[in-house]
T-cell receptor, first 113, second 113 residues
Framework: EPEVTQTPSHQVTQMGQEVILRCVPISNHLYFYWYRQILGQKVEFLVSFYNNEISEKSEIFDDQFSVERPDGSNFTLKIRSTKLEDSAMYFC???????????FGPGTRLTVL | GNSVTQMEGPVTLSEEAFLTINCTYTATGYPSLFWYVQYPGEGLQLLLKATKADDKGSNKGFEATYRKETTSFHLEKGSVQVSDSAVYFCALSAQGGSEKLVFGKGTKLTVNP
């Protein structure tokens, strides 16, 4: 069964460093998302992406964040200069378009020291 | 704005016990409602969904009914198994094209043999 994959599973970085989180959505899906979950808190929407552009973003998704679909398979989330409060589990999701069901990856745990 | 309030956990049950996890929502219009489950070390998986009032979603013995009059979507299972131990998330997707998911905080369920 097709699934969303994410790499790495755990990323540790120093405050101020750039990180890139990678996702491979399901191959025939057209809509892509990033969510995050700070430990003990809700899963929060960050951004949605369709047709090579951002379709919606939350207040969390400020100028430090960017997303890209550099080729036909990867979908990346870049944080330019990480802060301590960026430490969280980051989930990628994709949706085919014909239904509203989003399929999630296993997440990347980002730890900012 | 739209929000989901979910029963706080953790919940600990014995095998074959009855499970209810409460979920209520605030949204305009007619959102779609979802339950996602996260097994240890894995991503979020769709458990069931309902897209209109009085619909009942069901899967793997779990059920939830979309109750517009009480703005609720409570998750139930008649007889839980050890393998049901996981974190359960209630979520909504608003009507009218904003397809991002709004999640509750999640409820951790542990089922003991």
């Amino acid at each position: 069964e097709p699934e969303v994959t994410q790499t790495p599973s755990h990323q540790v970085t120093q405050m101020g460093q750039e990180v890139i989180l990678r996702c491979v959505p399901i191959s025939n899906h057209l809509y892509f998302y990033w969510y995050r979950q700070i430990l003990g808190q809700k899963v929060e929407f960050l951004v949605s992406f369709y047709n090579n552009e951002i379709s919606e973003k939350s207040e969390i998704f400020d100028d430090q964040f960017s997303v890209e679909r550099p080729d036909g398979s990867n979908f990346t989330l870049k944080i330019r200069s990480t802060k301590l409060e960026d430490s969280a589990m980051y989930f990628c999701a994709s949706r085919q378009g014909s239904t509203d069901t989003q399929y999630f990856g296993p997440g990347t745990r980002l730890t900012v020291l | 704005g739209n929000s989901v309030t979910q029963m706080e956990g953790p919940v600990t049950l014995s095998e074959e016990a009855f499970l209810t996890i409460n979920c209520t929502y605030t949204a305009t219009g007619y959102p779609s409602l979802f339950w996602y489950v996260q097994y240890p070390g894995e991503g979020l998986q769709l458990l069931l969904k309902a897209t209109k009032a009085d619909d009942k979603g069901s899967n793997k013995g779990f059920e939830a009914t979309y109750r517009k009059e009480t703005t609720s979507f409570h998750l139930e299972k008649g007889s839980v198994q050890v393998s049901d131990s996981a974190v359960y998330f209630c979520a909504l997707s608003a009507q009218g094209g904003s397809e991002k998911l709004v999640f509750g905080k999640g409820t951790k369920l542990t089922v003991n043999p």
